[in-house]
C-alpha cells in the first residue's frame, strides 16, 4: 500500500496547471488514476488507522474523504474544469458541513496540512465565540502547545478590526473573540509528499491539531442538536 506520491504524480499536477482543459485531462487520465488517485485512497486508509487511535470520530472511507479533482464551475469566471492539487477531508461523523475537520492537500508545489474551521457561518462563529468566553483558559493553553507552535504556521485568523457585536470590550480574550476564522496550517514543499515518511509527516500533524479541533467541535456540536429540535 502507498503511502507517499511519485515525482511523476507531482509532475502531473504542474503540468496539469498549463494545460486545465478535458483533452489533455482525457489523454493523461491514466497517469492521474494511477499515480494521484491510487496513491492518494491508499494515503487516507493509512491516516485513518492512525486516527482510529486518536480521533476515532473522524475515521472515514477514503472514497469519502478524498475530494474531487472536478471544480465546480457554475459561479465561478474561472471555467478551468480540475483542480490542480488532490486533496482530502476528515470532519466529524455526523457533521460534515459544519464541524471541525482535518485537511490534507498536496499539489505540483506545495503540501498543505490543516485542521479547524476555515469559513465559519455567522451562526457558527457566534457559537464557538459563545465557548471561548467560558473557556478562554483552556484555548489559550491548547495555542500555546508547542506541538501545535512548533509544527505550523503562525495564524492570526483574519481578526475583526473591533470586538464582535454583543461581546465585552474587556473581556480578557477579546484578541480571540475577534477572530472570524479557526484554521491552522502547515506549509511544506511538495517533496515531503515523495519520501518515505511523508505518512507519518501527516499523521504527526494531525494528533498535534486534535485538541483544538476536539475544542471547536463541543460548540458546533452543540448547535447542531439545537437545529434538529
Not at 50 to 75: C, E, N, T, W
Request: proline share 8%; net charge neutral.
Amino acid at each position: 500500500m502507498t503511502t507517499h506520491f511519485s515525482g511523476e504524480a507531482l509532475q502531473f499536477l504542474r503540468e496539469l496547471e498549463g494545460h486545465n482543459d478535458r483533452g489533455w485531462f482525457d489523454d493523461h487520465k491514466p497517469v492521474y488514476l494511477s499515480e494521484v488517485r491510487e496513491p492518494m485512497l491508499d494515503l487516507i486508509d493509512r491516516v485513518n488507522e492512525s486516527l482510529a487511535g486518536f480521533a476515532p470520530g473522524h475515521v472515514r472511507p477514503p472514497q469519502k474523504a478524498m475530494m474531487r479533482i472536478y471544480r465546480d464551475v457554475r459561479f465561478s469566471k474561472d471555467k478551468s474544469p480540475y483542480k490542480t492539487n488532490v486533496a482530502a477531508s476528515w470532519p466529524l461523523a455526523g457533521s460534515e458541513k459544519t464541524g471541525a475537520s482535518y485537511f490534507l492537500s498536496v499539489s505540483g508545489h506545495e503540501v498543505l496540512i490543516a485542521g479547524g474551521c476555515y469559513a465559519p457561518s455567522p451562526e457558527q462563529l457566534t457559537a464557538i465565540r459563545d465557548h471561548i468566553v467560558a473557556h478562554h483558559g483552556e484555548l489559550r493553553a491548547l495555542l500555546a502547545d508547542p506541538r501545535l507552535t512548533g509544527m505550523f504556521d503562525p495564524a492570526d485568523g483574519n481578526p475583526l478590526v473591533r470586538p464582535p457585536r454583543g461581546y465585552p470590550v474587556d473581556h480578557p480574550a477579546v484578541d480571540l473573540l475577534r477572530r472570524r476564522q479557526w484554521a491552522t496550517f502547515a506549509t511544506l514543499p511538495a517533496s515531503v509528499a515523495e519520501t518515505d515518511a511523508f505518512l507519518t509527516l501527516v499523521t504527526e500533524r494531525f494528533e498535534a491539531l486534535t485538541p483544538l479541533i476536539d475544542f471547536l467541535n463541543v460548540p458546533l456540536a452543540t448547535l447542531r442538536l439545537e437545529r434538529r429540535r
